[in-house]
């Protein structure tokens, strides 16, 4: 039969991967949106960076850098006591790694979407742009913030190649339910793969289905 | 008194433009900024409300300096009370009437005024309607409404009422009259339309090439310069003799007028010929521009 | 004239004698990713007596498995356990049960600068162990292998919770390799290895404490319908004394 444990886990790693990300991205994006230097240029590369680089590879480079053996790693080590092979931690960084342009890219295309005269506005209507930030450009691309929130999750959910190279399959801890796929079908097993799938694809159905409802009812309010 | 001096190199479709322009404005007045597209109007306007860097050059706007190169003042767009209407309006489309108005208004700002200027404006039914709801021109009195609440300095309108329609377009400048004498704001209006600079500003700055080429009333720049006294520019149509004269059809303005002139006048006239058109007593003279 | 033509059709037979001559028999052999290194000289060594073109495809050993039973074309599959080249003979995708060609060996390994492996384990309780890499003992022997040996010296209770799990025997000597595993269990393969054969320190672990890590491999019917005489004289050679001496060599036990 199969465990609830790695179903649990997996869900709490996208949820927690979406959260974090939703944080991350917003002001990211708006750094990018803003007046093009080479920098930002740069940035956007590296943002896109993991949709082009295989999961294994940003996995066996994370391997890496927290071993510690080597410079990032030995530091965590000696000052934090802090592994992050094999942890939950290590899971939720290479997660945030692999998803960053699932947020990143929806958001980023919805503020440069909107008309820069909105941003001027409200500039020129004494709001800083902080507040410009939250009263007026993101309420204003919402179906885009729930796009990058959807395509997180899912994405998350379905992660593979970075948690095999880093998790060590540790029951309750890094055994996320696509491993436990992988595994089960290793051994033989196709029974319990294909309930785990089973019970993945259900939850994954559910939850977007939810999400693209709800975000049906803010379109409808939004442009006539 | 409103001054400004400043230089900025512009790059518009048509190459480089230096842009350089000295002006001072009287507080309270309603003055106009016309000149081909590409002249550098929009740029001004941002400028002037901090929206634009310069290159160098002064901006003080009652006592209050905005911008100093020389001094390395350069006071963000947060911090100048300017009210700005863009051209696309440029409406918070997440609020309604109401709140785009009120998010003008700081915290300890009296919520009073937004009823007024809903009444100026003549939106007092309008209040709770997303803005989407709303047609042209009663947009454009929401940006109007929402760039004037907070009283600011200097009220910049930038072409606001070129994409509203003749009726409503009468009826807005009405509004924006209104607007202007109740607050007595410092007011610069970008226009191309002849007709509404005459009739609302007192001033106006005549860019061309990024250079100020006239700043006089308006009524002297656009006073037509023709010889003949009390004639006006028109466009040939037709031409038909009737009885012993000659009848015209003639395009004045937004009008066709028709007038008797003489064999002589008409016939060597084409439709669409830009002629003069003057009268001594019931006589009227055509020739060509 | 004629010569001309002559001197035209020389070079052309003898070119076409040469490629026939060239055109040796061919098989194709699947093999389990940590067997590849002893693989090499296996290889080498048939080659060189047999004349027939040996071509190679390395993966994981379940991963060949599921290819050959959708039908790979696939001569013979040198496994690194027994239970999938009992599967593929379950399945009827070989003609003859499978058989053991060697026994696997257990080692702990560590990367770690000043730590001393002893024999009796008791090191592995200390705090400045925090992670012990063994293979997941779901699918791969060694694993099962690893934790038998643990539950025997009566230590797996007190050290569960600091196993990591490689999916295989190469991932966890990646876990290893990198540092991130302060010591773990592979296979005496892979610390022979040209790769890692310098790499930190290793013990070997006595082989009556742990089951026996059995590595089969199976003759498949692709290989008899297709290649027949090759396939077998090739599947044949890995039971050799020869191929005996090279298991040796690469850490293999008899």
Not at chain 2, 24 to 33: M, P, Q, R, V
Not at chain 2, 88 to 99: G, I, K, R, S, T
Not at chain 2, 126 to 154: N, T
Request: charged share 20%; net charge positive; with cysteine.
């Amino acid at each position: 039969m199969i465990e609830t444990a790695p179903i649990f886990l997996t869900l709490e790693l996208a949820s927690l991967t979406t959260v974090i990300l939703f944080f991350l991205a917003i002001p990211l994006a708006r750094w990018i949106s803003h007046k093009k230097n080479i920098f930002k240029t740069i940035a956007e590369v590296i943002v896109s960076l993991p949709l082009v680089l295989p999961p294994t590879v940003i996995g066996f480079y994370l391997l890496l850098a927290f071993s510690p053996s080597n410079s990032f790693g030995k530091f965590l080590d000696h000052y934090f006591d802090i592994r992050l092979a094999f942890s939950f931690g290590g899971l939720l960084i290479g997660s945030v790694i692999y998803s960053l342009p699932f947020m990143v890219h929806p958001v980023l295309s919805g503020l440069t979407s909107l008309p820069a005269s909105l941003e001027d506005a409200s500039y020129s209507l004494g709001k800083t742009k902080t507040q410009t930030l939250f009263k007026v450009l993101l309420p204003n691309i919402k179906p885009s913030l729930l796009t990058g929130i959807v395509l997180t999750f899912a994405h998350t959910i379905g992660e593979f190649g970075v948690v095999l190279m880093i998790g060590g399959n540790i029951p309750g801890r890094t055994n996320v339910a696509s491993i436990a796929v992988y595994d089960e079908v290793e051994a033989l097993n196709y029974h319990n793969a294909n309930v785990y799938a089973a019970v993945l694809v259900g939850i994954s159905v559910t939850i977007l289905f939810l999400l693209y409802l709800s975000n049906r009812k803010l379109q409808e309010v939004k442009i006539l | 008194m409103t001054h400004f001096s400043l230089q900025k190199k512009l790059h518009s479709a048509e190459g480089p433009l230096s842009l350089d322009v000295n002006c001072d404005i009287e507080d309270g007045a309603f003055i106009s900024l016309y000149g081909p597209s590409g002249a550098g109007k929009t740029s001004l306007l941002r400028m002037l409300a901090g929206l634009m860097p310069p290159d160098s050059g002064m901006i003080k706007v009652k006592d209050e300096i905005w911008f100093d190169s020389e001094k390395k003042i350069n006071i963000i767009p947060q911090q100048r009370l300017t009210g700005f209407v863009f051209q696309d309006y440029a409406l918070f489309p997440n609020m309604n009437v109401e709140q785009n108005i009120l998010y003008a208004l700081g915290k300890n700002d009296s919520k009073k005024i937004i009823d007024e200027l809903l009444d100026v404006t003549g939106l007092g039914g309008l209040r709770d309607k997303r803005i989407q709801m709303l047609s042209g021109g009663q947009q454009q009195r929401v940006a109007l409404a929402r760039a004037v609440a907070r009283k600011p300095k200097l009220l910049l309108l930038d072409e606001p009422l070129s994409a509203i329609d003749n009726e409503m377009r009468a009826n807005l400048q009405q509004t924006l009259l209104s607007i202007h004498a109740q607050y007595n704001v410092t007011a610069i209006i970008v226009s191309h339309d002849i007709n509404e600079i005459v009739k609302l500003t007192s001033k106006t700055i005549h860019l061309q090439n990024g250079v100020v080429r006239q700043y006089q009333p308006p009524t002297e720049i656009f006073l037509n310069q023709f010889d003949e006294p009390g004639s006006m520019k028109g466009v040939f149509l037709s031409a038909e003799k009737a009885a012993n004269e000659y009848e015209a059809l003639i395009l004045t303005g937004e009008q066709v007028i028709k007038i008797s002139c003489s064999e002589n006048d008409a016939k060597d006239l084409q439709k669409g010929d830009e002629i003069v058109l003057s009268f001594k007593g019931a006589t009227a003279f055509l020739r060509k521009l | 004239m004629k010569n001309r033509l002559v001197s035209l059709l020389i070079p052309f037979f003898l070119f076409h004698s040469a490629t026939s001559f060239a055109q040796k028999q061919k098989i194709t052999v699947a093999v389990a990713a940590n067997m590849q290194y002893a693989f090499k000289e296996l290889r080498n060594e048939f080659e060189k007596k047999y004349h027939i073109q040996v071509d190679v495809v390395i993966g994981a050993s379940g991963n060949l498995t599921r290819q050959i039973m959708q039908g790979a074309p696939f001569d013979v599959f040198i496994s690194a356990d027994t239970k999938y080249p009992e599967n593929i003979y379950q399945e009827g995708f070989s003609a003859e049960k499978p058989k053991v060609y060697a026994r696997g060996a257990l080692v702990l390994w560590t990367i770690k600068p000043g730590l001393q492996l002893q024999k009796d384990l008791h090191f592995l309780l200390s705090g400045n162990i925090k992670s012990i890499a063994i293979a997941n003992p779901k699918i791969a022997p060694y694993g099962s292998a690893a934790v038998a040996f643990l539950k025997k010296m009566g230590m797996y209770d007190k050290l569960k919770n600091k196993l990591v799990y490689g999916e295989s025997i190469s991932q966890t000597s990646q876990f290893i390799a990198t540092g991130n595993a302060d010591v773990g269990f592979t296979a005496k393969a892979v610390v022979l290895s040209d790769q890692m054969k310098n790499k930190g320190r290793w013990i070997e672990l006595n082989s009556d404490e742990y089951p026996p890590i059995l590595q089969a491999a199976v003759l498949l019917k692709y290989g008899v319908e297709n290649h027949s005489s090759a396939a077998r004289e090739f599947y044949e050679f890995l039971f050799s004394e020869n191929a005996k001496d090279i298991y040796k060599k690469y850490g293999y036990i008899n």
